[in-house]
Structure formats: C-alpha cells, structure tokens
C-alpha cells in the first residue's frame, strides 16, 4: 500500500522519465564509442563529407518529439488530480514561520505536528507569517510553496498507517533546516479521540508554553547561547547596545523594552542581531500573555 494517493503517479512519471533518459545516455555513448573506433584516421585518412539525409533527420526529430510529449503526458496526468480537493476533504490550516510548522483544526486545535485519520481526504490551507516557505511531504509526494498573502492549498489522503516526515523545501533562513515536523496517519477513532484531548501543560510555565506555541524558542535560547535573536537567560536587567532610527544606543531591558519589542520588533534591532526577521505580535498576543511570557524569561537566571 503507497503512503498516499499520489505516490503511484509521481513515481510512474519519475521511472518512466528516468528509463527513457538512461536508455538514451547508455545508446548514445556506446554510438559515440563505435563512431571513435570505426571513423578513427588509419580507417578513413581521408574524411567524407555526408551534406544531408532527410530520413535520418525525420527520425531524430520526430521520435524525440514523441517521447517529450509521452513525458509530459503521463507527467501532467499524475499532476493534474493535485490541483482540486475533493469536496468532503478535511480543511486543516498549514502555518509556516521562521523556523516552525502548526496546524490548526476545524474545532480550534493547535498542534506543532500533523495528525491526519487514514483514509481521509485532507487539504491543507497554507499560511505563511513571515517569509517563503515550502510544505514538503516526500512519502506522500507532494510539494507546495507558502508565500506570504497568498493562498494556496495542497490535498492528499494518506493510505498507510505511520508517521511521515514533514519537511521545508524552500530556503528561509539561517535555521531553515531546522523546520521540521511529522504528518502521522492513525485509525479514524485514534484520531477522534486525539482530537478532543488536551496536552498536559500542568507542570509548565504558561509563558514557556506561549513561547512553544508562537515559535520563539526558534530564534531566542534559554541557556546564554547565541542564535537567531539575543538568549532569554539573564535577559531582564541586562546592558544592550540598540540600532534606533539609524543611531546607536545603550538600554537596560526591562519590561517595557520587551513589550514594546513583542508588538512591534522593529522598532529597534539589538546591535550585531539581524534586523526585520521577527514577526510582530500586537493583536496575536494578549497583554496577559505577554505578562506571562515576561515572568517567565524573568525566572531564566
């Protein structure tokens, strides 16, 4: 059983394509072999010019034409049912941000990795927040960009139970390769019963359950390393150097600083950091949760 529905034709083109084309380097380099061999001077001192042969030039013109238009024929007929979602599909929203994958579902679940029922049509609505990215699924065989303010859309229904990497095939920075995640197929009364459960965050800080969720421990450590943005350890109190309005200038973070940073991140950029890569979230977070978010980087000593 293929992983999904689009697997026997992708692979179908991609062999056909593949035998054609090795059929064609192994024929075509034992010619140019014979031709070195046959043709050498000591056979022919004296070279002979051939000016025209008109059945030779019909034959390599036409049955490469044949064969680019058979490519492309078996190539569009495993492209073409990509295109339109059957209408009982399952809509689950596809959110890509520097450097992270969620999912969102019809009754409002969130979940960082894509749990799909068996046997179900499903189409991903993708969104993109921040820059390019591409939603990649090599066992199910499919591919699609998600560019911010458009949309766009992929479908596929998964055959085989088991879990499947989920990967982004379009640069999008420096931890691009980090932007990973599974599509994971399940029995239909699995899924429904994961779908009404809940994670247990009960032990968890709700401010590090915040920054899991927005994707900002993608960007911003909790251990004094140095990534994307500045490390959250020892953040609150700290001497920074900040770019405002083309000038620099030395600030102690408090918590004003950090609000004004999670609504709007460009209003300045810490010295030696990459300006314009953070998303702004007035609007998305709540002044609770940014309170929440504060009193927790507060306890990272």
């Known amino acids: ?173 420096q931890l691009h390769s980090y932007m990973l995640s599974t599509v994971s197929v399940v029995e239909s009364n699995d899924f429904d019963k994961w779908l009404v459960s809940t994670p247990d965050t009960s032990s968890e800080h709700p401010g590090l359950t915040l920054l899991k969720k927005n994707a900002c421990l993608s960007c911003h450590t909790r251990d004094g390393s140095k990534l994307v943005g500045p490390s959250f350890k020892n953040l609150l109190g700290k001497t920074e150097i900040v770019i405002k309005d083309g000038k620099e200038e030395e600030i102690t973070v408090d918590r004003e600083y950090i609000i004004t940073k999670i609504k709007n991140p460009k209003s300045s950029v810490v010295d030696g950091y990459q300006a314009g890569l953070m998303t702004p979230y007035d609007g998305i977070l709540s002044d609770e949760d940014i309170n929440n978010i504060i009193e927790y980087i507060e306890s990272l000593k």
């Open 1 to 173: 059983m293929n992983a999904s529905n689009f697997v026997e034709g992708v692979d179908f083109s991609l062999y056909l394509i593949l035998g054609i084309s090795v059929f064609f380097l192994v024929g075509i380099t034992v010619v140019m072999i014979y031709f070195l061999f046959r043709y050498r001077k000591k056979n022919n001192p004296v070279a002979t010019n051939i000016p025209h042969n008109t059945y030779l030039e019909i034959i390599w013109t036409v049955i490469p034409t044949i064969l680019v238009l058979i490519m492309f024929w078996y190539g569009w007929m495993g492209y073409k049912p990509m295109l339109t979602a059957p209408d009982d599909a399952m809509e689950i929203e596809a959110i890509g941000q520097m450097w992270k994958w969620s999912f969102k579902y019809p009754d409002g679940k969130t979940s960082d990795s894509l749990v799909i029922p068996i046997n179900k049509p499903i189409k991903l609505k993708l969104i993109s927040k921040d820059v390019l990215h591409a939603l990649y699924i090599p066992a199910f065989r499919v591919k699609q960009d998600v560019v911010p303010g458009k949309d766009y859309m992929m479908w596929f229904t998964g055959q085989k139970l088991g879990t499947y990497d989920i990967l982004c095939a379009e640069y999008c920075g």
